[in-house]
């Protein structure tokens, strides 16, 4: 796996990085909304983010993966991010077989070392799903989970393992800041509430969307007809 070699100086507490998984198909400013958020939240020194290669729970018919990671690559530059360094990796991407978040957050803690603050970054609807995740449970060994939701968002829906979870290893900021791994943290002030799946039927209807894409991202899509089938269907 090759990774960006930004310096990483002696800070006098944990490294704290940042993990953005997905299939970002395409990313959007939903994205880019919980990025920032959780950079400025979390304080982070760097943000990761991750498209995934073989997506093991999506249909077959997802955009071809160097094209989502181009996506990707422009949704990274679009964040505002302060002092945190911000890059789009294809570890996922060019590995063989499936993506399972699993395997990418142990490949990472052998590379950041087992000081490190790790977090997954995620929204609601990953949440709510997230007992179908294969090793869901073993998560919590590499990284902290961290949830960015829309305001009222009722965590009363969530599964009953994921709840267990929750009320076991709910943690403030300040706490994901300076642990390796192994805690929850829900932040519900995300004012965005924009899906992929609808964001394709829109593109797919003609629309550009460019509102509620990255700078670049709508431009990739339009050149690259994404999106449209021959019969003017949606790619969803």
């Known amino acids: 796996m090759t990774l960006p ?11 704290r990085l940042g993990l953005l998984g ?3 198909d395409p990313p959007h400013v939903g994205h880019i909304a919980l990025a920032e958020l959780c950079i400025a939240r979390l304080d982070l020194d ?12 999506k249909a077959a018919d997802i955009t071809p993966a ?4 181009a996506m990707t690559e422009l949704a990274a530059r679009a ?16 590995r063989h077989g499936p993506s399972y978040t699993i395997d990418t957050v142990r490949e990472l803690r ?3 070392g087992p000081g490190t603050s790790m977090a997954w970054l995620m929204g609601a609807d990953q949440l709510v799903g997230l007992d179908t995740w294969h090793g869901w ?6 990284v902290h989970l961290c949830v960015a939701t829309r305001p009222g968002f009722d965590l009363q829906a969530l599964h009953a393992p994921v709840q267990r979870e929750l009320d076991a290893r709910r943690a403030d900021a300040a706490l994901i800041q300076c642990a390796p791994a192994g805690h929850m943290w829900i932040d519900q002030t995300l004012a965005v509430d924009l899906s992929s799946t609808r964001l394709r039927q829109r593109l797919a209807a003609g629309e550009r969307c460019d509102a509620d894409l990255p700078a670049g991202v ?5 050149s690259h007809s994404l999106y449209r089938r021959a019969d003017g269907t949606v790619n969803a």
């Open 5 to 15: 070699a930004f310096p990483r100086p002696a800070l006098g507490r944990p490294y």
């Open 22 to 24: 997905g299939t970002f």
């Open 46 to 57: 760097e943000l990761l983010w991750i498209p995934t290669g073989v997506s093991w729970q």
């Open 66 to 69: 160097p094209l989502r990671l």
């Open 79 to 94: 964040v505002r991010g302060g002092r945190a360094k911000i890059h789009a990796s294809s570890m996922e991407v060019d």
């Open 110 to 112: 052998r590379v950041y």
């Open 137 to 142: 449970q073993d998560l919590f060994e590499y």
């Open 218 to 222: 709508a431009d990739l899509i339009q």
